[in-house]
Nanobody
Framework: QVQLVESGGGLVQTGGSLRLSCAASGRTFSANTMGWFRQAPGKEREFVVSISWSGSMTYYADPVKGRFAISRDNGKNTVYLQMNSLKPEDTAVYYC????????????????WGQGTQVTVSS
């Protein structure tokens, strides 16, 4: 079992920044790929970004490239999502997820999910 708890969401104006955190506990964290997903009202959950167990590989969805940055601290069992230049279309519940592979780009491999944190970007 892996437990994931997100934090750092909130309300921000267009162009602002937020930093999300995801604290993991339970089974080995450092061996997992970690990812962030989001779900806007009335839309399906979508992939945002992922990071390999070592932090050496990342994969970003096109809408967030150049604005968002993922990082992880395996010593603290935490993954971060720095979000800059936020837009109203970034408004969503953001979820942290874990996959047991050291590196994967397959969404189907994510088997543990957090409860989510709300991010609202006002125009």
């Amino acid at each position: 079992q892996v437990q994931l708890v997100e934090s750092g969401g909130g309300l921000v104006q267009t162009g602002g920044s937020l930093r999300l955190s995801c604290a993991a506990s339970g089974r080995t964290f450092s061996a997992n790929t970690m990812g962030w997903f989001r779900q806007a009202p009335g839309k399906e959950r979508e992939f945002v970004v992922s990071i390999s167990w070592s932090g050496s590989m990342t994969y970003y969805a096109d809408p967030v490239k150049g604005r968002f940055a993922i990082s992880r601290d395996n010593g603290k069992n935490t993954v971060y999502l720095q979000m800059n230049s936020l837009k109203p279309e970034d408004t969503a519940v953001y979820y942290c997820a874990s996959a047991p592979q050291a590196w994967t780009t397959q969404v189907k491999n994510y088997n543990y999910w957090g409860q989510g944190t709300q991010v609202t970007v006002s125009s």
